[in-house]
């Protein structure tokens, strides 16, 4: 598992790049823990064609995973300001 630390402010990349043009082949999962103490953050994945979609939106404290196969990038944004922690896991 590889781990990492996230500040949010307007939107960033949790993962990946907008720079990117090919989609991740390899089985990765993501997990992503919005602080406790944080704001709420709205989560978007993008594909190398197409347009974002919108996932949904995380609470303080709430955590969620998601498959990245497919994905290019995955974007949070917050309006305020919050910190995320995420974990990259390998499904083999």
Same mark, same amino acid.
């Given at each position: 598992?590889?781990?990492?630390?996230?500040?949010?402010?307007?939107?960033?990349?949790?993962?990946?790049?907008?720079?990117?043009?090919?989609?991740?082949?390899?089985? %990765? +999962? !993501?997990?992503?823990?919005?602080?406790?103490?944080?704001?709420?953050?709205?989560?978007? $994945?993008? /594909?190398?064609?197409?347009?974002?979609?919108?996932?949904?939106?995380?609470?303080?404290?709430?955590?969620?995973? %998601? +498959? !990245?196969?497919?994905?290019?990038?995955?974007?949070?944004?917050?309006?305020?300001?919050? $910190?995320? /922690?995420?974990?990259?896991?390998?499904?083999?």
């Amino acid at each position: 598992m590889f781990q990492y630390i996230v500040r949010v402010r307007d939107k960033v990349y949790v993962w990946g790049s907008n720079d990117i043009e090919v989609a991740l082949a390899s089985p %990765l +999962v !993501l997990v992503i823990n919005n602080d406790a103490f944080g704001d709420t953050i709205e989560i978007a $994945t993008e /594909a190398p064609q197409g347009a974002p979609v919108i996932l949904g939106t995380l609470q303080p404290g709430q955590c969620w995973t %998601l +498959v !990245l196969t497919g994905l290019r990038g995955v974007t949070a944004t917050c309006a305020t300001d919050t $910190t995320l /922690a995420c974990g990259i896991l390998s499904q083999t």
